[in-house]
């Protein structure tokens, strides 16, 4: 028998009752569109770390500031405005 395009079998475990109480309490329309949502977050949350790992490996490339002065940031961060 063929699969439809876009459908998917998926044992979802214990993780089925929290998509089922999404759903009851109306944050979905079903337990598919839950899904879809956690997917999604997954993916954005992982654009977020790749854009992260990309900020700090150009931080650790472009070497030290000799001239910072921590005592200095660390006063002015803690000065009332």
Same mark, same amino acid.
Do not use: H, W, Y
């Given at each position: 028998?063929?699969?439809? !395009?876009g459908l998917a079998?998926?044992?979802?475990? #214990?993780? %089925? &009752?929290?998509?089922? /109480? *999404?759903?009851? !309490? ?7 569109? #839950?899904? %879809? &949502?956690?997917?999604? /977050? *997954? ?8 854009r992260l790992v990309s ?27």
């Amino acid at each position: 028998m063929a699969q439809r !395009e876009g459908l998917a079998s998926v044992n979802l475990g #214990a993780a %089925r &009752a929290i998509g089922q /109480r *999404l759903v009851a !309490e109306g944050r979905f329309e079903n337990l598919s569109d #839950a899904c %879809r &949502a956690g997917l999604r /977050r *997954l993916e954005e949350d992982a654009r977020v770390v790749d854009r992260l790992v990309s900020l700090g490996e150009t931080g650790m490339a472009s070497g030290i500031d000799e001239g910072f002065d921590i005592d200095a940031f660390v006063d002015a961060v803690k000065a009332p405005d």
